[in-house]
């Protein structure tokens, strides 16, 4: 069964603190991605990445940065967290580039920054 | 660019009852169309998709049908339950709409 794992489903810091969330998947998944997910605007693009050690901005990339070392991982890193990153963070993964791919989501990790 | 724009909620309704929600897009091209849920607590996971005009993806009694001609993506389903509660999103690509919180009372 399809598995994209997140590492915290919660999780609290304060202004200014450098905030790494990790996703794995097990899919042998090309393609990852990072959102936000907030009230009224819906998901909204961070990073994804094709392959490992490639990444690509994607709408709103300001604040936030990204890592690939192997196929299986990739982590978001906020450099320094701000009251405005305070959020729902998903994670997701597609087989390949395909526009009919389907994506498959981890459970969220909820940051809030204090 | 590509987006999608969809019916804002919340939607509140009673079991048995029919469900619609809106969704229209903007592409270049024709992309496939999606509509993913969220349950409670939960990420997303996908609902129904099409692959290309007129085609229809149904799953767990909902259906959405590719309209080409009127650019639009609309869920329905006969009739909820209460179970059918959660956030509801409308997708192309890597664009998703802003989401659509049903509740169903029973």
């Known amino acids: 069964d399809v598995k994209v794992t997140q590492s915290s489903r919660y999780l609290v810091k304060r202004t200014g603190e450098k905030v790494f969330l990790e996703c794995v998947q097990d899919?042998?998944?090309?393609?990852m991605f990072w959102y936000r997910q907030d009230p009224g605007l819906g998901l909204r693009l961070i990073y994804f990445?094709?392959?490992?050690?490639?990444?690509e901005k994607g709408d709103i990339p300001e604040g936030y940065s990204v890592s690939r070392e192997k196929k299986e991982r990739f982590s978001l890193i906020l450099e320094s967290a701000s009251t405005n990153q305070t959020s729902m963070y998903l994670c997701?993964?597609?087989?390949?580039?395909?526009?009919?791919?389907?994506?498959?989501f981890g459970p969220g990790t909820r940051l809030t920054v204090l | 660019g590509d987006s999608v724009t969809q019916m804002e909620g919340p939607v509140t309704l009673s079991e048995e009852a029919f469900l619609t929600i809106n969704c229209t897009y903007t592409?270049?091209?024709?992309?496939?169309l999606f509509w993913y849920v969220q349950y409670p607590g939960e990420g997303l996971q996908l609902l129904l998709k099409?692959?290309?005009?007129?085609d229809k993806g149904s799953n767990k009694g909902f259906e959405a049908t590719y309209r080409k001609e009127t650019t639009s993506f609309h869920l329905e389903k006969g009739s909820v339950q209460v179970s059918d509660s959660a956030v509801y999103f409308c997708?192309?690509?890597?664009?998703f709409g802003a989401g659509t919180t049903v509740t169903v009372r029973a």
């Open positions: 997701a993964s597609t087989p390949n580039g395909a526009s009919t791919d389907t994506q498959y």
């Open positions: 899919m042998d998944h090309e393609n």
């Open positions: 990445s094709y392959d490992v050690k490639m990444k």
């Open positions: 592409a270049t091209g024709y992309p496939s």
């Open positions: 099409a692959t290309k005009a007129d």
């Open positions: 997708a192309l690509k890597l664009s």
